[in-house]
């Protein structure tokens, strides 16, 4: 039974906003004079993951893992390869771009560099209008009052439409763009490492901010970072992945405290710490991220993973529940192969 299937079984007990079954995004290699497909980037190879609603689900794993490339498919910015993504009961996965229109005003995406993101051409104002211009009716006053309210709810003031996004901080630009994200009332929010390229002490403003966003609009985010600190202090659970497979699930507290996964161990034993009387072994992984265009056979991991046994080369392991809430790739945890 996949995790989905799995999890579809509690279905009365939790309200799912977003359901995603082995979802594959290969991405072709060209080749030759006569630029023919030799090959696929494997950016994501099989996932499964449910969000529920209001929740925050964190997604970790080292740069080129694939955690930006599956946010992008689940939003249907990039369409998949393979797999279902359900919305809100609704399958997005291959629905063309007309009928995907209305439903994007659901869906938005708070991306990494709010520089890059933002339109230097345009004012504030116009950037937080835009999006009420396509998917609304909205008058111009009306569209300017949203602006201005938007504005002051993420700590910037009405004056500050008329300015252009060069004239902010980083801090700053980032809080317009989610104030651009939050413009048409989103129930769904990927959050792309909204505070990686931050100042430490800004990012804990913006992380404060959209917690509280969160409570007042009643959000919930895929909040996708490599920092386990920043994943720690907003997520309720948290997923890690590796060369573009899930290789744990759980909720927060279990897996920081009692993580399975010798990737998510090795990861969390490289998180710094204040606690000078709390000593632990740092896990140094041998070798180097494998190719996504090579990957390993069975478990990904297994050509870094210092627990590593044959049957890790052969057979590829699934996610399993190994407590309530906990799930776990890995053969250790696997009675059938103890």
Known sequence: MSLLEQDLVKKTEKDYILQAENIKKYFPIKGGVLKRTIGHVKAVDGISLNVIRGETLGLVGESGSGKSTLGRIILRLLDPTEGKIVFED?????????????????MQIVFQDPFASLNGKMSVQELIEEPLLVQTKLSRHERQEKAINLLEKVGLRAADRVKYPHEFSGGQRQRISIARALALNPKFIVCDEPVSALDVSIQAQVLNLMADLQDEFNLTYLFIAHDLSVVKHIS?????????????????????????????????????????????????????????????????????????HERCAIVRPELMEVEEGHFVACHLYNKEDQ
């Open 236 to 308: 309720d659970r948290v997923a890690v992945m590796y060369l573009g497979r899930i290789t744990e699930i759980a909720p927060k507290k279990n897996l920081y405290d009692t993580p399975l996964h010798p990737y998510t161990q090795a990861l969390l034993s490289a998180v710094p710490t204040t606690n000078i009387h709390k000593k632990k072994e740092k896990i140094i992984l041998q070798g180097d991220l494998p190719s996504p265009s090579n990957p390993p056979s069975g478990c990904s991991f297994r050509t870094r993973c210092p627990k590593a």
């Open 90 to 106: 609704q399958d997005i996965s291959t629905i063309s771009n007309r009928k995907m229109r209305p439903i994007r005003k659901d």
